[in-house]
């Protein structure tokens, strides 16, 4: 699964880690969050993340 940064912020995605303390469990892809979630440190919806290069 691909880590999705924040644009915004530069808040990383990981899907391993997830986002617990918002109700996302470990191992949800960043394609599986809810159209609603927002970055936890910006409060910036789905559309400023990009994919990671690696």
């Not at 440190?41 to 290069?53: D, N, Q, T, Y």
């Amino acid at each position: 699964m691909k880590v999705y940064v924040c644009g915004a912020c530069g808040y990383e995605y990981d899907p391993k880690v997830g986002d617990p303390d918002n109700g996302i469990e470990p191992g949800t892809a960043f394609e599986d969050l809810p159209e609603d979630w927002v970055c936890p440190l910006c409060a910036l919806g789905k559309e400023v993340f990009e994919e990671k290069a690696e």
